[in-house]
């Protein structure tokens, strides 16, 4: 089981956010299973114009992406400074989507996370390979790129994210996402070898949670689909909660 305290953050895509985040969490928490819990972290990531609802509800909130300049003529796009001025607390980095659908680099992920920490907001910088990628045997080298360039010796999260198994209900086994992360983790500074978070993402969901997060190197979960479903989300909290309370 990790040492480390859980993060369970829900990435709602370009979902709306389900109706139980805007209770107010504020009164009667129970209401709203996003709201922040004491031993384990929850954030929400929504998309860019459900997030100033999210935390007005009382929810710790993080975006799904940001760009790396404070300002400038970049249409469509909204800076680490700008979302940091909301409120944000924390920003998805690279996200495998964002790299495919919008030709993301390993350099223009890098920037993005130092763009984040310097403007306070935490970075969850995503990761992983594809299906071809692990057929051939190369998912080891393929995360290693993936880190090289990356503020490893500052404050940020890692989602180790199997390209394979997001939104395709093929989760990794927790042998293999395991022997992953135990990998990442060999990969990083000393000094920050056992502070720092590294998620599990890919259809994980309150059926195979409780395997996942018993491993000793995941430190919580990325969640899409199953971040959407206020029941199930909330039963994974508690799963982590029993887990690490
Ligand atoms: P999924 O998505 O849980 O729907 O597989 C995870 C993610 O892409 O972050």
Known sequence: MSKRKLLLAANWKMNPAPAAAMVNAHGDRSLNPYHPHADIDVVVLPTFVDLQRCMDAGLIIGAQYGHPETVGAHTGDVSMAMLKKLGCRYVLCGHSERRANHGE?????????????????????????????????????????????????????????????????????????????????????????????????????????????????????????????????????????NLHG
Not at 120 to 128: K, Y
Not at 200 to 207: L, T
Request: aromatic letters at 4%; charged letters at 30%; proline letters at 5%.
């Open 105 to 241: 680099t390993d350099e223009d992920v890098a920037a993005q996370a130092i763009a984040a920490l310097e403007n306070g907001l935490h970075p969850v910088i995503c990761i992983g390979e594809t299906l071809e990628e692990r057929e051939k045997g190369h998912e080891k080298t393929v995360v290693k790129k993936q880190l090289k360039h990356l503020p490893l010796e500052s404050d940020v999260t890692i989602a180790y994210e199997p390209v394979w198994a997001i939104g395709t209900g093929k989760t990794a086994t927790p042998k293999q996402a395991q022997e992953m992360h135990a990998y990442i983790r060999s990969l990083l500074p000393d000094d920050r070898r056992e502070s720092l978070r590294i998620l599990y993402g890919g259809s994980m969901k309150a059926e195979n949670a409780e395997e996942l997060l018993k491993q000793p190197d995941i430190d919580g979960g990325l969640i899409g689909g199953a971040s959407l479903k206020p029941e199930e989300f909330g039963r994974m909290i508690e799963i982590a909660e």
